[in-house]
C-alpha cells in the first residue's frame, strides 16, 4: 500500500508541473527515441566525440557529467554510459548501461521510473536525452525531451514495468 502511495504522489506532482497544453494528442512534439542500436565496443574504444564513464578531460569538466549522479545515488545500479553528440539526424543522447539484477530483482516500478527521472533530468541540463540498457543491449526505459521548447517537453517509457 505505501508503494502505491508513494507512486501517486510521483504522479501528482508529475502532473502538477506539466505545461497545461500537455497531452497525448500534443505530445507529439517530443521527439521519438533514437532507434540506433547500443554500441558497447564504443565502452572500451571511444571513437571521434564520444563520451563513457571512463572519459576524463584534462582542461575542463567533460560534459555531459554524471559521474556525481552515479556516486551519490546509483553506484551499484548505473554501471556505465555512452554519450553521444548531437549530429545532423540525432539529438544528443547518453545510453546508459545498468546492473540488470539490481533493475530486476531490486528496484520496483517506481524506483526503476525515479532513476529514469533523476537521470534523464541530470542528462536534460546538458542537453542530452536518454536510454537505459541492460548488458544484454535490451532497451529497459527511455526519457526524451524536446529541448527547443521554453520549457522542455519531456516524456519517460518505461519497458516491463506498467509504468508510462
Known amino acids: 500500500m505505501r508503494k502505491l502511495s508513494i507512486f501517486f504522489s510521483i504522479f501528482i506532482s508529475t502532473v502538477s508541473v506539466l505545461p497545461p497544453q500537455f497531452s497525448q494528442a500534443q505530445d507529439s512534439r517530443i ?14 574504444n571511444p571513437k571521434g566525440n564520444i563520451i563513457t564513464a571512463d572519459t576524463i578531460s584534462q582542461q575542463q569538466l567533460t560534459i555531459p557529467s554524471l559521474w556525481w549522479a552515479q556516486e551519490q545515488s546509483e553506484k551499484k545500479l548505473l ?15 547518453v545510453d546508459l548501461i ?3 539484477q539490481i533493475w530486476n530483482d531490486i528496484l520496483d516500478g517506481v524506483e526503476r521510473y ?14 542530452y536525452n536518454i536510454r537505459v540498457f541492460n548488458d544484454e543491449k535490451e532497451l529497459l526505459a527511455t526519457y526524451t525531451c524536446n529541448l527547443n521548447l521554453n520549457t522542455p517537453l519531456c516524456n519517460i517509457q518505461m519497458n516491463n514495468t506498467g509504468i508510462f
Open 114 to 127: 525515479r532513476f529514469v527521472n533523476r537521470l534523464g533530468t541530470v542528462a536534460r541540463t546538458y542537453g
Open 98 to 100: 545498468v546492473n540488470e
Open 31 to 44: 521527439p521519438a527515441p533514437s532507434q540506433k542500436p547500443l554500441q558497447l565496443d564504443l565502452l572500451t
Open 79 to 93: 554501471e556505465n554510459w555512452i554519450a553521444y553528440p548531437p549530429n545532423n539526424s540525432e539529438a544528443a543522447r
